[in-house]
């Protein structure tokens, strides 16, 4: 079945280190986009990547780094620049950009 | 940027009782999608709306797209505790990618 995988699914960080969150995808989308979700938010969008070898900064990009080395991958960097990285991550692809985002399950990253 | 306003922000009802979300924007919209969250889940797409005055249904569910296209709603007739969860509008204002709304939550008693 074609979807989209994030790993892990659960993810805990000391304060000061970086942290790579994967997200993988098999529907042959040329479109990724990273969300952040705090509780009880929307979704605010971090990055996402029209083709590969290409990217754009979303409404919160500070803090964060992605590449696009392959159609079918779009890992996030969180890094140790970002103030307050708790959060739920998810990971989302489409067609054209447009029509109907594919969300994966998604990454709950805590900082202790 | 562009922004899209969905309210009300949480909403509690009797199980078998209405529920409707509204989605606002300031500016004309190509399109609006709405998602559905499930408690602890990921947004799964439900419906894309295109035209002016567009109205399409998914059994219990009626979507409606603004004569103006700047506003639309999701209505659902006769809730069931399979409909909790949160419910996102989005809407592409013309670059290409969506611009979700805050979201609401519904609760359902039993």
């Known amino acids: 079945d074609g979807g989209i995988t994030q790993s892990p699914k659960y993810l805990f960080r000391k304060e000061g280190q970086n942290v790579t969150l994967s997200c993988e995808q098999n529907l042959n989308h040329d479109a990724m986009y990273w969300y952040r979700q705090d509780p009880g938010q929307g979704l605010r969008l971090i990055y996402y990547?029209?083709?590969?070898?290409?990217?754009q900064k979303g409404d919160i990009a500070e803090g964060y780094s992605v590449s696009r080395e392959k159609k079918e991958s779009f890992p996030l960097t969180v890094t140790s620049a970002q103030k307050n990285p708790t959060a739920f991550y998810l990971c989302?692809?489409?067609?054209?950009?447009?029509?109907?985002?594919?969300f994966g399950s998604g990454t709950r990253l805590t900082v202790v | 940027g562009q922004q899209v306003m969905q309210i009300p922000q949480y909403q509690h009802v009797q199980e078998g009782e209405d529920f409707t979300t509204y989605c606002n924007s300031s500016t004309t919209l190509s399109n609006i999608q709405w998602y559905k969250q499930r408690p602890g889940g990921h947004p799964v797409f439900l419906i894309q709306?295109?035209?002016?005055?567009e109205v399409k249904k998914q059994k219990r569910l009626t979507f409606q797209f603004g004569e103006a296209k700047k506003n639309s709603s999701l209505h659902i007739t006769a809730t069931q505790t399979t409909d909790v969860g949160t419910y996102f509008c989005?809407?592409?204002?013309?670059?290409?990618?969506?611009?979700f709304g805050q979201g609401t939550r519904l609760t359902i008693n039993p």
């Open positions: 709306l295109v035209k002016s005055g």
């Open positions: 989302a692809s489409s067609h054209d950009g447009g029509y109907g985002y594919t």
């Open positions: 989005a809407a592409l204002p013309g670059a290409q990618k969506l611009v």
């Open positions: 990547s029209q083709i590969v070898n290409d990217f």
